[in-house]
């Protein structure tokens, strides 16, 4: 039955429209209400880019500050935990001022050892 919806045209957001518009990142399929002309993507993807570049997809939150963030804007520090640039620079500072924080530690590579 969802295979009917889709071959009938309808927009994938709202099931109720006409679907107009086809998104350039993901391929949905929408109408004019559902759709961002100026960026040429369905509102949905508009939601849900990374607050840093406004280019890409988020694929996580930053740790730290909450933001949405693409992989190209954020460091995995493990599986599942990402923070972006801009709070990996200060990730010290953060971990300094906020005890809570310690554990970050552990996740940071250590440098490697110069020979001398």
């Given at each position: 039955m969802f295979q009917e919806f889709?071959?009938?045209?309808?927009?994938?957001?709202?099931w109720f429209e006409e679907a107009r518009y086809s998104c350039r990142l993901c391929s949905r399929?929408?109408?004019?209400?559902h759709y961002v002309v100026e960026r040429g993507i369905c509102a949905v993807c508009s939601i849900n880019l990374c607050e840093i570049?406004?280019?890409a997809l988020a694929v996580d939150s930053c740790l730290l500050c909450?933001?949405?963030?693409?992989?190209?804007?954020?460091?995995e520090l493990q599986p599942g935990i990402r923070v972006c640039g801009s709070c990996f620079s200060n990730i010290h500072e953060y971990v300094?001022?906020?005890s809570r924080l310690s554990y970050i530690e552990r996740y940071?590579?250590?440098p490697p050892r110069s020979r001398a």
């Open positions: 889709i071959s009938s045209g309808m927009c994938e957001v709202c399929r929408v109408c004019p209400r570049c406004g280019r909450g933001k949405l963030v693409c992989r190209q804007c954020s460091r300094r001022r906020d940071l590579k250590k």
